[in-house]
């Protein structure tokens, strides 16, 4: 004999979990494509936004909506949206706030690969950009035009850590809405919408997260903005999956403290760097040698995040890749503000797509190493760092 079976046994039926009134201790996750809309007549008002509940993921999902209220709240934002990465944020952010025929500000001084998207923009989607110093606010206010849209920034400028005063900025552009990329600085250091910026983007795989597992990005502004922001983000599918959020939303937690003991170390190993003789110049705010030193001391009394680049006296790449094979316990990775500490090579990979002239223009070198400073305690990066530096630079001592 065989047991009859109702439609509801069937395996593909199965595993939905009743509904229950307790409150789980951790966000649950929505690893789900889909939800189901039990009429028409829901699914307009869910479309209209007169009934709260969600259709697709790649429009929203709780996991999104749980992340970007925490993102909007850190902020101080009106609204927050998710991506599938840092990139996606800039992208969509830059295609809802500009078209084809208007003029865009940038920084010259950017991560490598957003200023290969504003390449993009200006080839196949027919903007003008103006490349200016975000650390010459006079410089600025000289690039404005009549169909100027945005003007894109970083609080603090990747890898040679120039910072930009925000709100001068601000005050040179006008109405024009100003794009922050706060990566490097979190909401924990600066909060950029309270110097004056419309938007601020994060690569949230790097702080936001914290622990070298996901690949998200976020933006936070004013409701409007970011409403049409995700509109833009769901016709490109640039959605973030539930589960990067849920481990986001983790990260989170614990991002205060580690930003204050990231802080912490990097400040002392800049200053111990500065110092060592096999290191022929550091690249940190915190030190008065640094060209933006006296507009960091005003933004960021912590300091300014986890990143150090400094260079090696002579021998190009060659002793770049030798210095990364003696830092046997410090990985050679190309992201950073991960757990742990990694050094990276920006003329390699980051800015690896221009020319050799191009890169040395921004003052990115062969020698330029760029060091992601974790969570382990100053004197084991002490060490490390001075054998391996030892081993590949001969000096005294």
């Not at 992208?91 to 920084?107: K, S």
């Not at 200023?115 to 196949?124: H, I, V």
């Not at 945005?150 to 005050?171: G, Q, W």
């Amino acid at each position: 004999m065989t047991a009859s079976t109702s439609n509801d046994d069937h395996p593909s039926r199965m595993g939905h979990i009743p509904e229950f009134v307790t409150t789980p201790s951790a966000p649950p996750i929505f690893q789900t494509t889909a939800f189901d809309v039990p009429d028409l007549n829901t699914l307009a008002e869910l479309y209209q936004g007169t009934a709260h509940g969600y259709v697709y993921t790649r429009d929203s999902n709780p996991n999104h909506t749980a992340l970007g209220k925490s993102i909007s709240d850190l902020e101080h934002a009106e609204s927050a949206a998710v991506f599938a990465s840092g990139m996606g944020a800039i992208a969509a952010v830059a295609l809802t706030l500009g078209a084809a025929g208007d003029h865009v500000i940038v920084a010259r001084s950017l991560y490598g690969i957003t200023l290969k998207l504003m390449a993009r923009l200006q080839q196949q989607f027919g903007m003008t950009i103006t490349y200016v110093d975000a650390c010459n606010p006079t410089e600025v206010a000289d690039a404005v035009q009549s169909n100027t849209r945005f003007c894109m920034i970083e609080t603090v400028s990747n890898p040679l850590l120039e910072v930009a005063d925000i709100a001068a900025i601000a005050k040179a552009l006008g109405d024009i809405p100003l794009v922050v990329d706060s990566t490097f600085t979190t909401p924990v250091l600066i909060r950029p919408l309270e110097h004056g910026a419309a938007v601020v983007v994060h690569s949230a795989s790097k702080y936001l997260n914290g622990h070298g597992d996901v690949m998200l990005g976020v933006a936070a502004g004013d409701a409007k903005t970011m409403k049409s922001v995700r509109e833009t983000s769901s016709v490109f599918g640039q959605n973030a999956n539930p589960f990067e959020c849920w481990l986001t939303q983790r990260g989170l937690r614990t991002l205060p403290l580690r930003m204050t003991q990231v802080c912490q170390t990097t400040n002392r190993l800049a200053e111990w760097l500065n110092g060592h003789p096999a290191v022929s110049k550091v690249y940190h705010p915190t030190l008065p040698s640094h060209a933006t030193y006296a507009v960091a001391q005003k933004l960021y009394p912590q300091g300014v995040g986890g990143i150090i680049a400094f260079t090696l006296p002579g021998g190009g790449k060659a002793a770049v890749n030798d210095f990364m094979i003696a830092a046997k316990s410090i990985p050679f990775s190309p992201t950073l503000a991960d757990s742990r500490t990694t050094v990276s090579h920006p003329a390699t990979t980051s800015h690896g797509f221009m020319t050799k002239a191009a890169r040395l223009e921004l003052g990115i070198t062969d020698e330029l190493i760029r060091l992601s400073v974790g969570l382990e305690p100053f004197e084991l990066l002490q060490r490390e760092l001075d054998e391996a530096l030892r081993a590949v630079v001969q000096v005294e001592g």
